[in-house]
């Protein structure tokens, strides 16, 4: 891989993140005031959203969410790791955002073409990518239930992203912090799939199991 590189050789990755650094930097200064409000008062975020790494999905774009709002897990594939499975990064901010800053709404959200998803279809390098393949091993219940259900074809990859997406929302059961929460009705899970096509957001309806818009299956919303 060769980086890019102008005339003075300066790497225009990270001359793109500088230059949109000294935006934000005179963004900062217009709303001082707002941004000191929130370096000197207790973070209040109104979601915990558990979503994927992709570039192209920006929570905050999707829900146009200012800073503060928005308590953020992204990794690869959207993953919920079990509560007993050996990596706490995600269980560590799923109780931190629950018993400490009370939030009562958890996002799991995946989205159409995600390539973690997508990962198993093909081998993974078992000594170059063995972090990947490990990680990645957590789509496999999808990945299996759409095997055994024979969903093949185009439309599979989708399939499969809304099924793991259903699989996390069961994984985020085995925390205790989430099952008592939820059992007393105090903290609610919500499955969504962001669709980078069409621009819309499809959640999922545990009573029936459908798909529906976002703003249908929460009886509209104002404009």
């Not at 200012?66 to 509560?83: K, M, Q």
């Not at 998803?117 to 990645?136: F, N, Q, S, Y």
């Not at 007393?184 to 818009?213: C, F, Q, S």
Request: hydrophobic fraction near 40%.
């Amino acid at each position: 891989m060769t980086t890019e590189k102008d005339a003075r050789g300066v790497d225009l990755d990270i001359k793109d993140a500088v230059e949109g650094y000294q935006r934000f930097r005179r963004q900062f200064e217009r709303d001082r005031a707002f941004y000191k409000s929130l370096a000197t008062r207790k973070q209040k975020p109104r979601l915990l959203w558990i979503g994927c790494s992709d570039s192209r999905v920006v929570p905050a774009q999707l829900t146009q969410a200012d800073p503060g709002e928005l308590f953020e897990v992204r990794n690869i594939a959207n993953c919920v790791p079990p509560a007993d499975a050996t990596d706490d990064a995600v269980g560590a901010a799923i109780e931190y955002a629950i018993g400490h800053l009370g939030i009562d709404d958890i996002v799991v959200c995946g989205h159409t073409g995600c390539g973690g998803i997508g990962a198993l279809l093909e081998p993974i390098p078992p000594g170059r990518e063995a972090h990947l393949g490990r990680w990645v091993d957590y789509t496999r219940p999808a990945h299996k239930l759409m095997d055994a259900a024979g969903v093949a074809g185009a439309g599979r990859l989708t399939a499969t992203v809304k099924a793991h997406v259903q699989f996390q929302l069961d994984n985020l059961m085995t925390y205790e912090i989430v099952r008592a929460g939820f059992v007393a009705g105090k903290v609610n899970v919500h499955g969504w799939v962001y669709d980078m096509e069409t621009g819309e957001i499809l959640a999922y309806d545990p009573e029936d199991g459908a798909w529906r818009g976002l703003i249908e299956a929460h009886g509209g919303a104002a404009g």
